[in-house]
């Protein structure tokens, strides 16, 4: 039985791969640039573009099961692929903001809730994992905190539950080894809801100093957040900030998966901090 990783350069990606080679499955990773994947001794690289389907065949040839990153374009032609290459197990790497009850309005909603579709009208069992926001969003404010200028910063006050990738990377293992998660949609976040703001001022005090915030106007932001992002995202992304002032984020029970508890953001700040 050999499983394909989709996205194995990411930190979601490549950490489902290091639990699975180090329980000793066969894997097979993939990339759209294989050549600059690095992965332990002895595993497949392939190209893989989830919007390219001429990649797919070769990509699903003898796999069995697959973690898959969420790609609305050529989906259809991705789930017609796996079924013909006899692939059993898909779990998709979703979000939560598939869980909105507008979602097909919203476009970051609307880009992982079509390929949830698509699997479960498939014949492939799948597992959906639905993250809230990584902790490692916070790399967005690197290069302001190392430049030691204001981390600029949209709705500071938006509470989220940021969830470790470690703690998504455990879950999606434990869904690709484990038949009992066979079905089951899984949302994931961090233990307790925090602030942008908060977050901020957690790493301020493990590098000792303060950090000062700038809080960008929603103009300033999309100006800004454009720059790096398709402009649908960004509204999304706004509208969500803006909604999360209001209230603390919900949290999620997911150490019936895991059976420990959830990593902090503190614990992600300090495996982080250099």
């Not at 797919?56 to 040839?61: D, G, M």
């Not at 692929?81 to 970051?108: M, Q, R």
């Not at 609307?110 to 916070?138: C, K, Y």
């Amino acid at each position: 039985m050999t499983t394909l990783i989709t996205g194995a350069r990411g930190n979601v990606g490549g950490g489902v791969l290091r639990r699975l080679h180090a329980a000793g499955h066969a894997l097979r990773a993939s990339s759209r640039e294989p050549g600059r994947l690095d992965v332990p001794e002895g595993i497949e690289t392939v190209l893989l573009d989830l919007a390219e389907p001429d990649t797919f065949e070769s990509a699903l040839r003898g796999i069995t099961q697959v973690f898959l990153y969420a790609e609305p374009e050529g989906v259809d032609e991705f789930v017609g692929a796996a079924e013909a290459a006899g692939v059993k197990h898909i779990v998709l790497l979703s979000s939560s903001a598939a869980l909105s009850p507008t979602a097909l309005e919203d476009p970051l909603g609307r880009h992982h809730i079509l390929v949830e579709r698509a699997l479960l009208a498939s014949s492939i069992s799948t597992t959906l994992l639905r993250p809230d926001a990584f902790a490692g969003n916070a790399f967005g404010w690197l290069d302001a905190i190392r430049s030691g200028g204001p981390v600029e910063q949209a709705y500071p006050d938006a509470n989220v539950a940021p969830v470790h990738e470690d703690d998504i990377a455990d879950v999606a293992a434990a869904a690709l080894t484990e038949d009992w998660l066979v079905g089951h949609a899984i949302t994931l976040t961090g233990p307790r809801s925090i602030s942008l703001r908060e977050q901020i001022t957690i790493v301020a005090g493990r590098l000792g100093r303060d950090i000062a915030i700038h809080e960008l106007t929603r103009a300033e932001a999309e100006e800004k957040m454009a720059r790096y992002m398709p402009a649908e995202f960004v509204a999304s992304l706004l509208d969500f900030w803006a909604g999360a002032v209001a209230g603390p984020a919900p949290i999620s029970d997911a150490e019936w998966v895991t059976c420990k508890p959830a990593r902090t953001f503190e614990q992600w700040v300090e495996e982080h901090i250099h």
